[in-house]
């Protein structure tokens, strides 16, 4: 029910969009942007959830109806769906009844996308977010880039926002692959930062194979522009050999065309070097960024490419880059606890884990803490799927996990039972290497048991998306020091 085709915005008056769960952070920055050009956008009170991203939308003008009344509004040129409706959802249904067109987020970023000259485009599956929000702020040398990045940032938005640059020179996108937005429109840069061992949304593709496919397609459609892969990434190189296009590489490996070399880490930054193969020469030293981690400084390297092709110098990229605000989750400085240090990371999967407590002990590694206490909430992201062994999953995280002092399990919903499967089987995991100070906690008392085992210097990491309402928990009850986050 749903195609590719870009909406067409371009030289058409004010439309009316009908848009399913405005308040998820994917869609939100789409129905920001869509607001912001004059549209008009209703949705249902019963996706009106009372959320900061609700309440943002709705002071831009977005309309809430109270209720379902069995028939959409006259006059409206289309339903936009988040990427978890269904086609046999109601309204998807009324809306083809009607002869309505039905688009998901990637359609709909694809006519945001095509009112713009030069159009920029990150996937992978992991980084997305990052990359693309570095890559705005080195274009914001040359420029102030429009962006639809699926992340709040502290004390500026949700991730959508419209350019004043009455030529829309740049839109830096984090083009999904599970609602169609790496095919939103033809990219004039494409920056694939991964492709993971077990990656999301899986199941919608038919599996690993089906999403290394669309990812080939993907690089195929944008080979007219500039095409850029990180090296270090094995399954990135075999989606980029597979698909038969040119590409330019980047990374810490050798060979990378783009090399990240010098890496000086340290608790809340990472500084590096970039050296141009083609040119032999370092071409930026001393490059920081505010955010810990080998990682930082390959998608630190990714950004300055790609400003590089759009006349950013070097020099004046790595500036833009030490002012660089993450998105929120991303190794977020929370607050502290007994004269603990209180961090968020949205990590998720294997690799992101592995990401996030080895970039925790850079910390230790400086002096800043004695120990890091990581906890972990273990949802469906470690749980067995029909396409991946649970057991050699699970082995992944235990092996990220290894490198913590303490390891604290818990069930990710606040009144869930516990311990659920996964949580025991990890612990088991864990145990079984020796690690007897690793524990399981059910969620309900989750941060009394956190209160009991923090300690003057240490580093409490929060691992997971379902768990980000956690370090607020920790904290709140006697008026401990917070840091003006959102949470």
């Keep these: 029910m749903r195609d590719r085709v870009p909406l067409l915005l371009r030289g058409r008056e004010r439309q009316h969009f009908y848009v399913t769960e405005p308040g998820n952070l994917g869609i939100a920055p789409v129905v920001s942007i869509l607001l912001e050009l004059g549209h008009t956008i209703t949705t249902l009170e019963n996706w009106a959830v009372v959320n900061p991203v609700m309440d943002f939308l709705i002071a831009k003008g977005m309309n809430v109806e109270p209720r379902w009344d069995g028939r959409l509004p006259d006059g409206l040129d289309a339903v936009i769906c988040n990427s978890a409706t269904p086609d046999s959802h109601y309204l998807v249904q009324a809306a083809t009844k009607r002869r309505i067109r039905v688009v998901g987020r990637g359609p709909a970023i694809g006519g945001i996308a095509d009112l713009h000259r030069y159009r920029v485009g990150v996937t992978g599956t992991s980084g997305k977010s990052t990359i693309a929000a570095m890559t705005t702020t080195v274009l914001g040398a040359v420029g102030s880039p429009s962006y639809i990045i699926g992340a709040p940032f502290p004390g500026r938005d949700f991730g959508g926002h ?35 061992e077990y990656p999301d949304h899986v199941d919608r593709f ?130 502290k606890h007994n004269g603990a240090e209180i961090v968020f990371d949205y990590a998720n999967l294997p690799g992101e884990v592995d990401a996030s407590v080895a970039s925790a002990q850079h910390g230790k590694d400086s002096g800043r803490w004695e120990r890091c206490i990581v906890v972990v909430g273990t949802g469906r992201k470690y749980v067995n799927s029909q396409w991946a062994s649970g057991s050699h999953r699970l082995k992944l995280f235990a092996d990220a996990l290894r490198r913590a002092d303490q390891v604290v399990l818990t069930q990710p919903y606040l009144n869930g039972p516990g311990p659920d499967m996964a949580g025991a089987a990890l612990l088991g995991m864990l145990r079984d290497s020796g690690r007897d100070g690793d524990v399981y906690v059910e969620r309900r008392e989750l941060a009394a048991a956190l209160r009991e085992i923090l300690q003057p210097r240490d580093l409490c990491l929060v691992t997971g998306g379902l768990l980000k309402t956690l370090p607020g928990e920790l904290m709140k009850p006697r008026g401990l020091e917070v840091a003006e986050v959102r949470l």
């Design 162 to 196: 419209l350019t004043s640059d009455p030529e829309l020179a740049f839109l830096v996108v984090e083009a999904h692959e599970d609602d169609l937005a790496i095919f939103a429109t033809r990219w004039d840069a494409f920056v694939l930062a991964n492709f993971a």
């Design 206 to 335: 038919g599996g690993p194979d089906g999403l290394h496919e669309m990812l080939v397609e993907a690089l195929r459609n944008a080979k007219n522009g500039l095409l850029l892969v990180c090296a270090d990434d094995r399954g990135a190189m075999k989606v980029a050999v597979d698909s038969g296009v040119e590409f330019i590489t980047y990374g810490t490996s050798a060979d990378a065309d783009w090399h990240v070399t010098g890496i000086r880490f340290g608790a809340t930054t990472t500084t590096f070097d970039l050296l141009s193969r083609t040119e032999n020469k370092i071409v930026a030293k001393n490059v920081m960024v505010p955010l810990p981690g080998l990682h930082a400084a390959v998608n630190a390297a990714a950004a300055l490419v790609i400003g590089s092709a759009y006349g950013v110098e070097f020099s004046d990229g790595a500036r833009q880059l030490a002012t660089f605000q993450p998105p929120e989750g991303r190794f977020q400085m929370c607050g």
